[in-house]
Structure formats: C-alpha cells, structure tokens
C-alpha cells in the first residue's frame, strides 16, 4: 500500500500550481515577450548610471552644442537628435539627453509603481481579512470605509491633496496617496474570498482541533488566497505606473529635476508639433510598460483559471 | 421601496458630508494662508486682516466649515456694512482668483464638459459593445485574437500619449482636423463635431477597449447558460438567440458599469480636457489646483462626489429593473 501510494505520487505528479502556472506562462509567446521587456526595463532601470557612464551624459547634463539655438532650441538633425552621441535624441532647448533620462525616469516610476502596489496589498489584505473574518461590526466600519473612499473623485483629490501638501518627499507622497485611495479594490475582493473560506470545512476543522485565530489566518485563509492576489496585484502595477505619470503629468508628481516618464511627456506637449519624438519616445515607453504588465497579468489569470477549471 | 430609497438618501447625504468634511479639513490645515496669497505681492497686514475678516477665515474651523454648508443651502453674506456681499443660495463662494462666484463659473463651464462627456460615451458604448459582440460571436478566430489584442494595446495608451500623438498626425501632418476648441454648436453643427472629434476619441478609447473585453467576456459565459442551450434546442436562428435570450442577460453588467463610469467623468474627463484646452469643469480643476484656489476645488471635489454618489444609486435602481432576478429589500 505504501509502494502504491508512492508509486502514484510519482506518476501523476501533479505539478505545483506555481510550476504548472510558470510551465504554462512560458509556453505563451505574449507574456514571454512581456517578461522579457519588463526585464529589459528593469534592468535599464537599475543600470542607469552605468548607462550615463557609458554615454557620457547625465540626466541632468545640459548639451546646447546638440541643440540650434538659433531655432529656438529644437535639437540638430531630423529625429529629435537621435544619432551616435545620443542614442535616443535630446529635449530641445536644454539638450538633455533622453536616454539617461528615460532610464532615471524608469527607476522613480517602476519604485513608485512598486512601494503603492505593495502598500495597497498590505492594507487591502489586512483590513479585507479583517472585515471578512471577523464580520460583525469590524467589517461594517471597514465596508463603510471602503463605500466612502470608492465614492471619493480620486484623480481630483489626488491632485488635490498633493498640490496641497507641502514640498517634501513627493515620492513618498505619492505612494501614500495612492495607496490610500487604492486599497479598497483588494480589499473588497480578499473581504469576499475570506467569508467563503472561513465557512469551509478545513477552516473549521483547524478551529476545531484547537487552532488559534493566528493559524488560521495565516495557515488557512492566507494560502488559498495566494493566486487571487498574485493575479491582482500584476494587474495593479500597471494602473498605478500610469497613475504616477498622470500625476506627474499634471505637475502633482516628482518634482523636477527628477526625471520622470510623466513628467517627461507634460514637457513636450508645447513641442509636438516642431520635435514628435520628444512625447514619442517617453510615450512609447509608458505605453509599452503599461501593456507588457497588463499582459503578463492577463495571462497569469488565465493560467491561474485554467488550472482550478481542471 | 420608500424605506430603501429614504435609506439611500441617507447614506448619499452622509457620503457627501464626509467628503465636504475630508477636503475641508485637508485645505484648513496643509494649504499655505489663502488670506496672503489673495493679497499678493502689494501687501499690508491690515489688508491680510481686512481679507481674513471679510472670508471669515479668522473664525475657528467648525464656524468655517459650517458657514460654507449654510451658504450651499440658504446662501451666506460675506463681510458686512458697505463692503456686505451676499451671495444666493447654492453658494459655493468666490474664486480666489478672480473673484467670481464659483457657482457660476462651474454653469458656464458645465455644457462643455458635458458635451466631452456625452460624446465620447455615445462613441465609446456603439464600438465597445459592437466590437465585444462580434468577437464573442466568432470566438477563437483571427477577428476576436485582432480584435481583443487591440483592445489590450488601447486600453494601455495613456490618454494624454494618444492626445498628443492624435493632434500631431491628424492637425500638424494630415491638417484634416482643426486644432480642439470649445466650439458651440450654433457655431455650425460641421465645426462644432470636427473641433470636438479629438477629444471624444481620445476619452472613449480606453473605455472602448475595456467595455469590448466585458461584453466579450459576458456573451460568451451566457452563451454556455442552460436557457440559451433550451433556446438552441427549440430551433431557434443563431440571431434570434442571441437578440432575445442572450443580449440582456450579457448586456445588463455592462449597463451598471457604464453608469458608475460615466458619472466618475467628471474627474475622469480632467486630463483630456487640460490637454486639448477645452474650458469645462475638469480643466477648471486642475487650473484651480494648480493656483491653489480652494473654494474652486472645494467645489469640483463636491461636484464630482455628487455625481459619483448618485451614479451609484440610480444605477442600482436601473440594475432591478434591467435584471428581474435581482429585487429590492428594505434592510
């Protein structure tokens, strides 16, 4: 019985559900092409200094030599500057190089796209699992909570709050706000999940054999909600790295001259006509990001669903 | 049903209250002094105290906040003697800026905002739901893996990116459109749609993308219900199946996110309207913020609650009337 036992596992093998979920992933041509951008532009983001190292441009170095001053500022040759001395061209009048800026730029917006996702999980986790385990009234504040700041213009209180506040470290600002006004979409779905967990047969046989609150919370419930949350909060990081550039856009975001992609785009919007690539270029970088992460967290739901289909 | 709607009332005037409170407190204790910033470059303290008085701004937070409710509903005065202005009854106050009264600058502003708004609904709605239908209808074909992967691109455009990239090829290269104005319609009904193209576009794809992706999603989980299987079975053409059994079920979904997206546009419309120039509520907005005129953002952060609040209530009144499934219970 045992050899049986054993022999079964080893046939039927069934692949964890992280294994089948990252086999699946693997054989999917859109997110192999996702991660590998994503990655390109993680490692762009981390390799920023080298990159200025190597190009001999700061992402506050000014360059008039690369721009005509005598057209009021717009780069030399016809791409917005691009060629060997700056790759991915310069902003006109200051010659800034754009390369070194898009990749300092990546850094604040992938951080801060991060820091509000992992934010917005905790609260969302904690304050749904509350709401959903202990029910009575702790979810009642928590889902009249919830109520108030769905209700809430976000985008105009955002601005609103952040045009407000004084000058300190917007950063920090901004993952906080944004955070603040984000954690009600987990929450409402972890608060769900939660109530139907908590009222299955292997929570209350743990609570029966003696289980503490703690156990069960982070034994029981936590576990089973694993691939809901990895799913949402992939799906999260691209919102919030358009949210911060939206916001920077608007000029409530990083302060400059912290470069940021947002920022980068609000600065040429006076130039558009005379120098495309000066929006074209941070544009297509946002656009790209936002769609590789939307992606990869497309398709991660569906190998998650695929998975508890079968 | 009187009891549900009473309730719902309720909660509307204590969601709103809470918002008025929330901004008002933000911008009592964090905003730099509006009484300095009034006054300008050419300042006394005489003239600072003279502001103070005449604002009530020198009263303590509770007398202020509740003055500014008061005067939303029987109006207030500011000042008194021969400087007394009075100001009728949904009084929001007056610019900082300008000095006008807040209440008439959002009704002047109003009808653009609505017409961005309006439009690119319309537009948004006919080809997310057209485009959804299709693809669910051809399921697995190169039609659906075009058209969804379009939608996914779409959806990942930040509006401001598809503004400008918009108005360069279509205004700067091509010169088919004219540059976005707030034209009226009296102007001539062909400059009026030309000039508000843009920005309806711009507004509507994102949304587009997103409501083709549900409906698909919707059509094909109704397709697989056992009444449509019943309905098959009964021999009935693909398109009537579709017209009489599967649209509501699949549509209704749609309807109640529709309207709580539409009402969010107030503040969802904010950016397109900055980047176009077009004067509505939302370009209000951010000029007020970036001025720091709080009686202005005051007023468009209630405004945009307001909307949101009542988005939600109608469109849970017209989710039981669209779905028989779903029936009203006073709690």
């Known amino acids: 019985m045992t050899v049986a036992a054993h022999s079964q596992q ?20 859109a997110a192999v092409l996702s991660s590998a951008f994503l990655a390109l532009i993680v490692l762009m983001a981390i390799c920023a200094p080298l990159i200025s190292a190597i190009t001999g441009h700061g992402p506050n170095d000014f360059d008039t030599a690369a721009v005509n001053t005598d057209l009021g500022g717009v780069p030399h040759g016809s791409l917005g500057g691009i060629g060997a001395e700056h790759p991915l061209g310069v902003e006109p009048q200051n010659g800034r190089d754009i390369l070194a800026r898009i990749a300092y730029g990546a850094r604040v917006s992938l951080l801060i796209a991060l820091a509000a996702t992992a934010l917005t999980t905790l609260l969302g986790v904690v304050l749904g699992m509350l709401a959903g385990f202990y029910q009575g009234w702790a979810d009642q504040v928590i889902c009249r909570v919830m109520d108030f700041l769905m209700a809430f213009p976000a985008l105009i209180f955002m601005i609103a709050i952040l045009s407000s506040l004084p000058q300190g470290n917007r950063s920090v600002l901004l993952v906080v706000v944004i955070s603040v006004f984000g954690w009600p979409y987990l929450a409402r779905v972890v608060r769900g999940q939660t109530m139907t967990l908590a009222n299955r047969e ?6 029966a054999s003696g289980a503490s609150t703690g156990a069960l919370v982070f034994k029981e419930i936590l576990p089973n909600l694993r691939s809901s949350l990895i799913v949402m909060t992939t799906l999260a990081v691209p919102g919030y790295v358009g949210t911060e550039a939206g916001l920077s856009f608007l000029g409530v975001g990083v302060a400059p001259p912290t470069p940021s992609w ?4 609000a600065s040429s919007v006076g130039w558009y006509a005379v120098d495309p690539m000066y929006f074209a270029i941070p544009g297509t970088f946002l656009f790209l990001t936002v769609l590789s992460l939307t992606v990869l967290g497309d398709r991660l739901r569906a190998a998650f669903d695929s998975g508890e289909a079968a | 049903m009187a009891r549900y709607l009473a309730g719902r009332a309720a909660g509307v005037v204590l969601i709103l209250f809470l918002v008025c409170l929330f901004t008002f407190v933000i911008f009592f204790t964090l905003s730099p002094d509006p009484a300095v910033m009034i006054c300008g470059k050419t300042c006394t303290p005489e003239r600072i105290d003279q502001i103070r008085d005449v604002l009530g701004l020198d009263e303590p937070f509770l007398a202020q906040f509740f003055g500014f409710l008061a005067g939303i509903f029987a109006g207030r005065d500011y000042g008194a003697g021969a400087n007394l202005v009075h100001c009728a009854a949904p009084c929001l106050g007056y610019s ?6 807040v209440w008439d600058m959002v009704v002047e502003r109003l009808p653009v905002s609505a017409t961005v708004a309006v439009g690119a609904a319309v537009l948004w709605l006919f080809l997310g739901i057209v485009a959804g239908l299709l693809s669910a209808v051809k399921e697995g074909t190169w039609w659906d ?39 009226a319609f009296s102007d001539g009904p062909a400059l009026w749609f030309q000039s508000y193209l843009m920005p309806w576009l711009v507004l509507a794809t994102g949304y587009a993308c997103l409501y083709a992706r549900l409906t698909r999603a919707n059509v094909i989980d109704t397709l697989a219900e056992n009444f449509m299987r019943t309905a098959r079975s009964k021999g009935l053409s693909p398109a009537l199946t579709m017209r009489r059994h599967a649209l509501r079920p699949a549509l209704t979904p749609i309807a109640t996110i529709f309207g709580m997206d539409f009402a969010a546009l107030l503040g969802g419309a904010l950016i397109t309207e900055t980047v176009f120039g077009l004067n509505g509520v939302g370009k209000m907005a951010a000029d007020s913020i970036a001025k720091n005129d709080q009686p202005v953002i005051m007023a468009v952060t209630l405004l945009a609650a307001f909307f949101v609040v009542i988005g939600n209530v109608v469109v849970d009144l017209v989710y039981t009337r669209l779905d028989p499934r779903v029936r009203i219970t006073a709690r």
């Open chain 1, 10 to 29: 080893v046939a039927g093998a069934p692949a964890t559900s992280g294994r089948r979920v990252a086999g699946a992933l693997l054989h999917d041509r």
């Open chain 2, 145 to 183: 893996r075009a058209a969804m992967g379009l939608a996914l691109g779409g959806s990942s455009v930040p509006n401001y990116v598809l503004a400008l990239a918009l108005q360069y090829v279509l205004v700067v290269q091509l010169q088919v459109l004219p540059f976005p104005q707030a034209v």
């Open chain 1, 202 to 207: 292997f929570v209350e046989a743990a609570r």
């Open chain 2, 96 to 101: 900082f800026q300008t000095n006008q009264s």
């Open chain 1, 262 to 265: 947002g920022q980068m785009i």
